[in-house]
C-alpha cells in the first residue's frame, strides 16, 4: 500500500531504511540488464503464471536500477521499492505523465488516479496478478490482466524506466 500522507510516507521509508542494501551506483547497468533479460525471457514462456513472474521480476529489478543508479542502494522489498522512489521523488513529473497517459490509452486507470500515484498503482496490480498466477489454483483466479497485456505494460514501464537519466 502506498502511504498517503507525506507523515505516513517518512515513517514508512525510516522503516526500510534497515533493509536497503548498500552498493556502487555503477551496478545500476546490471539491473537494467537483468531486467530486459528477464522480460526477453517471459516472452517465451508458455505458462501465464511464469509470464506474469517473469514481467514482474524485470519491471522490480528495473525499478531497483532506479535506486541503484541515483541513490546507491536495492531493496528486496516491493513496497520498500516503490516508497524509496516516492519519497526521493526520483521518476520525473515528466515521466510519470507519459506513464499515466499510457495507461490511459489501455484501459487500466480510473479518471480520479493523479498520474503521480498511477505509475505506483500499476506497479502494485502488476505484483497482485503474479501473485495470483504463482500462489492460486486457476480456479480461484481473479485475474484482471493477461499475462500477455502484462508483458505489453511491464515493456512499456521499463522503456521509460530506462530513460532516466
Known sequence: MIPKTKQAMENSYKRCERDFVRIDSSLYREY???????????????????????????????????????????????????????????????TLEAIHKMLEKKDRLFAEIPAKESFFEEISQIRISRNNYLYLPKTLRNIKTPADRIIEEVRELIRLLGELQ
Open 32 to 94: 537494467q540488464q537483468m531486467a530486459y533479460e528477464d522480460l526477453e525471457s517471459a516472452t517465451k514462456e508458455e505458462s501465464p503464471r511464469w509470464v506474469a513472474t517473469k514481467a514482474y521480476q524485470a519491471l522490480f529489478l528495473m525499478c531497483n536500477s532506479v535506486l541503484v543508479r541515483k541513490l546507491g542502494f536495492y531493496s528486496k522489498d516491493h513496497n520498500c521499492i516503490i516508497t524509496a522512489l516516492l519519497f526521493n521523488e526520483l521518476i520525473p513529473k515528466e
